[in-house]
């Protein structure tokens, strides 16, 4: 099931370029707006809502008042919480309120995005779509996440296993370790499903996250290349 995402602000100048971009970055998932907590309660209550991302300061109903609702209504679900200015107490504030997180604007649009893919990974038992294979798991590594990851696409199917954060080893079509992770990586238009604990203790990658990444990206571009 494709990832259903709020994003909350009165401005729209804000608003509707980070619409814009988190739909040409995340095609699968649905991105929609509100320009209130008023609006965005309307939508929350008529739909599931996997991941809210929201201003403070707002008309009508602030984000305040919204974090209320959502912490008493859906505690479950993730919320992003999104300042002009982070005065002293807010963060712990907003974490009362059950915020997952905090971001000061102006806001770099590729740390936002992985910080969506953060919150979405933390506590998520089921699929995701709409969020690259790289991306999410830099969110697993954030979360410290201990897990395996289940990754089907078009190009095959792969498991990559995490304890706290850290890649340890990985599956695809009877070959495992580095050689599994980076060709698991390259997939495109996955489909992923995140579950239980990570089987085993040994590291069979030996290779940082970072690294793996662009090694990946690197004989992806290479293969491109060549055909």
Not at 16 to 24: G, I, N, Q
């Amino acid at each position: 099931m494709d990832e259903s995402i709020l994003i909350v602000d009165d401005d729209r100048s804000f608003l509707e370029p980070l619409l814009f971009y988190l739909a040409e970055e995340m095609p699968e998932a649905v991105v929609r707006g509100a320009g209130n907590g008023d609006d965005a309660v309307k939508i929350i209550e008529s739909d599931k809502i996997d991941l809210l991302v929201t201003d403070l300061k707002m008309p009508k109903m602030d984000g305040f008042v919204l974090l209320s609702y959502m912490h008493h209504k859906h505690p479950q679900t993730p919320v992003i919480v999104l300042t002009g200015h982070e005065e002293p107490g807010l963060r712990e504030q907003v974490g009362r309120l059950g915020a997952d997180r905090l971001m000061e604007k102006p806001v770099d649009l590729q740390k936002l995005r992985e910080t969506m893919g953060s919150a979405l990974a933390k506590g998520i038992s089921g699929s995701i779509q709409g969020i690259s294979v790289p991306t999410f798991i830099q969110a697993l590594e954030m979360d410290k996440a201990t897990c395996t990851l289940a990754i089907r696409s078009p190009g095959g199917e792969g498991r990559l296993y995490f304890r706290e954060g850290e890649l340890i080893n990985a599956r695809q079509n009877g070959s495992s370790g580095l050689e599994a992770a980076l060709f698991i990586i390259s997939f495109e238009n996955a489909k992923m499903e995140i579950s239980g604990e990570a089987p085993g203790h040994e590291n069979k990658v030996g290779m940082s996250l970072k690294h793996i990444i662009l090694e990946a990206g690197r004989r992806k571009d290479e293969s491109d290349r060549t055909k």
